[in-house]
């Protein structure tokens, strides 16, 4: 389907009729999704309908068992299907108890949203901005691999593309050979908001270290370092491998690598806070160095075991901010509070979609190194 666009002429290649599937685990993010994308084609000059958002119910029996069903017709459209399976704030009744839903859940809902469109959609693709699994990438002795399992799935059942945002181990887009998959960073929207937040602090690079918590995220925090144009250290974990503690080997010692932190500004880089245990000792232990104002910044802040003691690290002065992003579910409660940023990447993922669908490239948009040299002259 080609549309020509009325401002400048251009001829604009669509996949065909965009269609938003937003499940219940990513309704406002879904919404705020829709309403960038309807912004920037009016922007451009190009017919836009008063929503993308496809109605959709997701029901749920009382044994648990549960279904999706399509309230309107998807025929010939791009649809983008949207699960946030990290949200654990859904419920349902189960056997008189209320349920909260897992991943796996949520990720057989996607299965479900799939099943419905039942082949009639032009193009389907999933929108996982926590990838399914993401932490079981590989295989280690007798263990699931389950995180490759569920893109041989997707992509068997004619799922196109899947798109995810700063996935734990990027090999893992060879699970599957024949879909798309892309996987984003959401570093420039972060470094954006630090920037605003701290231009005190950024302007004095010679007192600002980038920081990373183990050796798996030295090339992330390498990145961040090159294009802030400053100093990078590390922590080395040394865990107990002969014990397993709720699914891994507990930390013995955190070992500092790196220049000396003292009166340094920090700023800790992670792709995910889970319980937060490992990010807090580290956060001590800088301060045990006497290092300046402390930062994290990760994509994804799930707070597994709550964000009291992220709450008493900032009331005890260790902890100055955390930014994070609205690509998964955090507590309502800590939103608003000033030790907490949270990053709307919902503009971002919009131009996104918006590409896709137009089948234009997203080459130019998913490369924040020239747009972070650009922030930071």
């Given at each position: 389907m080609t549309y020509r666009n009325n401002r400048n002429g251009q001829e604009?290649?669509?996949?065909?009729?965009?269609?938003?599937?937003?499940?219940?685990?990513?309704?406002?993010?879904?919404?705020?999704l829709d309403e960038s994308i309807r912004f920037?084609?009016?922007?451009?000059?190009?017919?836009?309908?008063?929503?993308?958002l496809i109605d959709t119910a997701q029901i749920r029996f009382s044994n648990g068992e549960g279904k999706?069903?399509?309230?309107?017709?998807?025929?010939?459209?791009?649809?983008?299907?949207?699960?946030?399976?990290?949200?654990?704030?859904?419920?349902?009744?189960?056997?008189?108890?209320?349920?909260?839903m897992s991943p796996d859940e949520h990720y057989q809902d996607i299965k479900r949203a799939v099943s419905a469109i039942g082949g009639k959609a032009a193009r389907v693709n999933v929108v996982m901005p926590m990838l399914y699994a993401s932490r079981q990438d590989r295989r280690k002795g007798r263990e699931s691999l389950d995180c490759a399992m569920s893109l041989?799935?997707?992509?068997?059942?004619?799922?196109?593309?899947?798109?995810?945002?700063?996935?734990?181990?990027?090999?893992?887009?060879?699970?599957?050979?024949?879909?798309?998959?892309?996987?984003?960073?959401?570093?420039?929207?972060?470094?954006?908001?630090?920037?605003?937040?701290?231009?005190d602090v950024i302007n004095d690079k010679e007192n600002l270290l980038i920081i990373s918590p183990d050796v798996g995220g030295m090339e992330r925090a390498i990145y961040y370092s090159n294009v802030m144009k400053t100093d990078v250290g590390m922590f080395y974990k040394r865990r107990d491998y002969s014990r397993v503690v709720d699914g891994r080997n507990p930390i013995v010692q955190h070992d500092y690598l790196g220049r000396?932190?003292?009166?340094?500004?920090?700023?800790?880089?992670?792709?995910?806070?889970?319980?937060?245990?490992?990010?807090?000792?580290?956060?001590?232990?800088?301060?045990?160095?006497?290092?300046?104002?402390?930062?994290?910044?990760?994509t994804f802040a799930m707070f597994t075991k709550g964000c009291g003691t992220f709450q008493k690290l900032h009331?005890?002065?260790?902890?100055?901010?955390?930014?994070?992003?609205?690509?998964t579910y955090v507590?309502?409660?800590?939103?608003?509070?000033?030790?907490?940023?949270?990053?709307?990447?919902?503009?971002?993922?919009?131009?996104?979609?918006?590409?896709?669908?137009?089948?234009?490239?997203?080459?130019?948009?998913?490369?924040?190194?020239?747009?972070?040299k650009e922030l930071n002259k």
């Open positions: 604009i290649d669509f996949a065909g009729d965009l269609g938003i599937i937003a499940l219940e685990n990513c309704k406002d993010f879904g919404k705020k920037l084609r009016l922007q451009q000059g190009i017919p836009t309908p008063d929503s993308f999706i069903l399509l309230n309107e017709s998807v025929r010939g459209k791009d649809v983008f299907l949207i699960s946030d399976v990290g949200n654990y704030s859904c419920t349902y009744p189960l056997y008189g108890y209320d349920n909260h041989q799935e997707l992509e068997n059942m004619g799922v196109k593309a899947v798109i995810t945002f700063d996935v734990h181990n990027s090999g893992v887009i060879n699970a599957a050979s024949h879909m798309s998959f892309e996987n984003i960073f959401a570093s420039y929207e972060i470094v954006r908001a630090f920037f605003e937040d701290e231009p000396d932190v003292t009166g340094k500004n920090i700023m800790i880089i992670d792709d995910m806070i889970g319980t937060g245990e490992s990010m807090v000792e580290i956060v001590q232990e800088l301060k045990k160095r006497n290092a300046g104002k402390i930062f994290i910044a990760t009331d005890e002065g260790l902890l100055t901010r955390l930014y994070s992003t609205n690509l507590p309502p409660e800590i939103i608003g509070t000033k030790w907490f940023h949270h990053v709307d990447m919902s503009p971002f993922a919009a131009e996104i979609i918006h590409c896709l669908n137009t089948n234009s490239s997203i080459e130019p948009i998913m490369d924040a190194t020239a747009r972070l």
